[in-house]
């Protein structure tokens, strides 16, 4: 009796991981694939990159 509901809360764990897993790989694809839609900010070539740590010295 007590076998059997430790297995039965062992594969509920189990499932409940595994779908967890796949809704946040969902999540992060929709994000990831709204996000790179998106204009960035600002446009910013390499000739207005400046590097602040050689500024300092």
Request: aromatic share 6%; proline share 0%.
């Given at each position: 009796m007590l076998l059997r509901l430790f297995l039965i809360?062992?594969?509920l764990v189990l499932f409940f991981r595994f779908v967890g897993r796949l809704f946040l790989a969902i999540?992060?694809?929709s994000t990831a694939?709204?996000?790179?839609k998106e204009k960035p900010l600002r446009d910013i070539d390499?000739?207005?990159i400046q590097d602040a740590d050689?500024?300092?010295?």
């Open positions: 809360a062992l594969v999540l992060m694809r694939r709204t996000s790179s390499d000739s207005q050689f500024k300092d010295l």
